[in-house]
C-alpha cells in the first residue's frame, strides 16, 4: 500500500478511474429513478418547510453547536473526542443539505449529484493529503 501512495502516476490514474466510474454510474442511478408523469399531471407544489420548522432546525443546530463547543471545553481523551466531533459536524452537514439546500424536497437527481460531487471532493483530498505526507488517523 506505502508503494501505491508513494506513486503519483498511480495515484492519480486512481482518480481519473474513479471519475470515470461515477461517470457512468451517475446515468445508471438516474434511469433507475422513477419517471416523472406528464406535465399535466405533475404538482408543481411540494412540502417546504415553514416558519415553525426552520426555528425547529435552527434550534437543532444550535443545540449541537452547543454539544461540541461544551464537549470541547471538557477534559475528554483525544481519540474519543474527533470521532465524536466528526459525527456532530457531519449530522449538522445533513440538516443544512436537507433543509437549506431543499434536497430533501426535490429531485432524488439532485441528492445522487451531490453526493457524488462531496465523494469525489473527499477521495481527491485524501489522495492529495497522503501525496503530501500527511495522514487522515
Do not use: C, Q, W
Request: no cysteine.
Amino acid at each position: 500500500m506505502k508503494t501505491f501512495l508513494e506513486n503519483p502516476e498511480l495515484l492519480f490514474g486512481a482518480v481519473f478511474l474513479a471519475f470515470g466510474l461515477v461517470g457512468m454510474a451517475v446515468p445508471l442511478l438516474a434511469g433507475a429513478l422513477p419517471a416523472r408523469a406528464n406535465a399535466a399531471t405533475v404538482k408543481t407544489e411540494s412540502h417546504h418547510p415553514g416558519d415553525a420548522e426552520y426555528i425547529r432546525i435552527g434550534l437543532t443546530l444550535g443545540a449541537i453547536t452547543a454539544f461540541e463547543v461544551a464537549l470541547f471545553y471538557i477534559e475528554i481523551e483525544r481519540a474519543l473526542l474527533i470521532p465524536i466531533l466528526v459525527i456532530a459536524s457531519a449530522a449538522k452537514f445533513v440538516i443544512v443539505m436537507s433543509f437549506f439546500m431543499h434536497l430533501k424536497f426535490d429531485s432524488k437527481l439532485f441528492t445522487v449529484i451531490f453526493v457524488t460531487g462531496f465523494a469525489l471532493a473527499t477521495a481527491v483530498f485524501a489522495v492529495a493529503l497522503s501525496t503530501l505526507g500527511g495522514s487522515l488517523i
